[in-house]
């Protein structure tokens, strides 16, 4: 690497990028007649390392998602506390696929989680719920195009899923959250999502990413989880 020159001294830092995302969301919602205070950026800070991450917390940014149980166990207690110094006080999002033995960090760890998509995960979640005194807000995940390799409740298993939720388990579903297929226009599955929401009462709507989030908004969306527009490309995921 070269002495840093006057082009990258220009680049915008992470909290200007965030700024700006947050104002462009914002008019987004604007623009489709919705209040902007309805649509929620969730800072997707999966592998950004924690001392990237603090001057965001310091800024003031709130809410934050992670896809996986360990790495956000390392990075975010002390942010917390962090935030928690500056009298704010964090919404931290699982977003990642939870395995049943990892219920109980999730539950102790998280403020949200919106991956729920299976009976043997509501029925460890609620127990974890129950014997820590402590309840993440719950979204389930639907699996929106019906792909083979992704998490969640396909779309006409939604219905019955969050009725069982409510009656077998006691969990307050407050809504759901999708990651619609690759590479496919995106506003089909987002209306899906929204119309299953609709028909159950769900107000919370999780969807939009980087490449969509105006879409998402258009359609409805509460929160969308944004990262590479933030902290550019990731590198390539190792498997989990
Ligand atoms: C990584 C991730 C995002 C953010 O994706 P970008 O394209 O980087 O904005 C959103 N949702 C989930 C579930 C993710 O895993």
Redesign the pocket.
Same mark, same amino acid.
């Given at each position: 690497m070269t002495s840093p020159s006057a082009t990258d001294m220009a680049e915008p830092s992470d909290i200007q990028r965030l700024t700006t995302l947050q104002a462009a969301i914002a008019r987004a919602a604007r623009d489709h007649g919705r209040d902007p205070a309805s649509v929620t950026l969730?800072c997707?800070s999966?592998t950004i390392g924690a001392d990237r991450l603090a001057p965001l917390v310091a800024a003031g940014h709130r809410t934050f998602?992670e896809?996986r149980v360990q790495e956000a166990a390392n990075k975010w207690p002390a942010l917390r506390e962090d935030a928690r110094r500056n009298g704010s006080c964090l919404d931290l999002r699982l977003?990642?696929p939870l395995q049943t033995n990892k219920a109980r960090q999730a539950v102790a760890l998280f403020d949200a989680i919106?991956t729920l998509d299976r009976p043997s995960l509501a029925r460890a979640l609620a127990d974890e719920i129950q014997r820590a005194g402590r309840a993440p807000k719950l979204l389930v995940q639907v699996n929106v195009g019906e792909e083979e390799q992704k998490a969640g409740v396909p779309p006409r298993d939604a219905d019955a899923f969050l009725a069982q939720c409510r009656t077998e388990w006691g969990l307050p579903v407050e809504g759901l959250?999708c990651?619609p297929p690759h590479g496919q226009q995106a506003s089909p599955y987002f209306a899906l999502l929204r119309t299953v929401a609709a028909r159950n009462g769900l107000g919370v709507l999780s969807m939009g990413? !980087? /490449?969509d989030?105006g879409l998402a908004i258009q359609l409805g969306a509460t929160h969308v989880?944004?990262? !590479? /527009?933030?902290?550019g490309e990731?590198p390539p995921l190792r498997p989990a």
């Open positions: 969730t997707v999966k998602g896809n977003i990642g919106e959250m990651i990413m !980087s /490449a989030w989880r944004v990262g !590479s /527009a933030i902290f990731r």
